[in-house]
């Protein structure tokens, strides 16, 4: 990365998300045209996830039978205090499951923007563990993981290639495993939010504040342009709100959410968080590939009405509250 780029891509994100979209130029996106699905399960702990996570796949009916899949959980950095990380329950019964639905091969892959080591992460937040005990699976850090350039696809960006991990240019299935939690600068860090953990740290530094300089919220949807999600499984059960996604208190919300279209997955997170996703600036982005609207959206499992609650913000967020 030379310093012309670095230059160019401070003063795009000076100039915020409207210059992004109105001037790069954009290759084109597919446009996702059937209905999108997402399912609610209620889960009061994460010693009964295991049912939960079984009860949701199958109504999300996911294809991997044969198939090499990645899950891309949300590993930050360790606190026994906060609930920063996809919890390791929700990570392990995924795996276990997809192997019973035909997975033939599971892999577990992110990289931390805090934690430059992953090993010690996974060691301390008890991922490792349950993961041996589900077994085959294996831990790839994308942090390190041999690289490959590819075409951004949103233009939402001044990015001419990015590098991302042959972890994640080779999988076949992709689900995104975020915490549900709120963001001190995109509102909310989700499933979009989540493959800034695919972004190569060996590449792009550590916290890869290059992402930051184009701009937040057009760095969340190109890469989600540009990564294909096929599934999502979000942690609900404990989320955290407030001056997320490290410093926030818990919320107990009590689900696990399944969807196979990352925004409209997002979509139902917000309102199950009191947010208005129409206010949230990276999902307005990112409605122009995915399914952002009730009528294009499929429901299953729990009522939306049933869980929602209203997740304290940061005071520069308070405009993306529902009314």
Not at 157 to 162: G, Y
Request: proline residues 6%; contains cysteine; hydrophobic residues 40%.
């Amino acid at each position: 990365m030379n310093r012309r780029r670095i230059i160019e891509g401070a003063a795009l994100g000076a100039t915020g998300t409207v210059l992004a979209n109105r001037f790069w130029h954009r290759p084109g996106i597919p446009r996702r045209t059937q209905r999108s699905s997402v399912a609610i399960i209620r889960c009061d702990s994460y010693e009964r996830c295991y049912k939960a996570v079984e009860h949701g796949l199958r109504l999300l009916a996911p294809s991997v039978r044969g198939k090499r899949v990645l899950l891309k959980p949300n590993l930050v950095e360790y606190s026994a205090k906060a609930a920063i990380n996809t919890h390791p329950n929700v990570i392990a019964a995924t795996a276990d499951s997809l192997f019973r639905l035909g997975a033939s091969e599971v892999i577990v892959g992110d990289g931390p923007g805090h934690v430059r080591d992953s090993e010690m992460l996974i060691d301390e937040c008890g991922l490792r563990s349950k993961l041996a005990e589900v077994g085959r699976v294996r831990f790839i850090d994308l942090n390190f993981d041999a690289v490959r350039s590819v075409t951004p696809r949103g233009g939402f960006t001044s990015f001419r290639e990015l590098w991302l991990p042959e972890t994640v240019l080779s999988a076949d299935v992709i689900i995104s495993m975020p915490k549900i939690k709120t963001h001190h600068w995109a509102g909310v860090t989700l499933s979009l939010k989540n493959l800034f953990g695919c972004v190569p740290g060996n590449v792009y530094g550590w916290p890869k504040n290059v992402l930051h300089w184009e701009g937040i919220d057009n760095s969340i949807a190109e890469l989600a342009a540009t990564i294909p999600v096929h599934y999502v499984i979000a942690d609900g059960i404990v989320a955290m709100e407030g001056n997320g996604p490290l410093h926030g208190p818990s919320r107990h919300l009590g689900c696990v959410v399944f969807a196979n279209d990352p925004v409209a997955a997002d979509v139902i997170c917000c309102q199950l968080m009191g947010i208005d996703a129409s206010h949230v600036n990276h999902l307005q982005i990112a409605s122009s590939f995915g399914n952002f609207t009730p009528d294009r959206i499929t429901h299953a499992g729990e009522p939306t009405a049933s869980l929602k609650q209203t997740f304290v913000l940061m005071p520069e967020f308070l405009n993306i509250l529902a009314q």
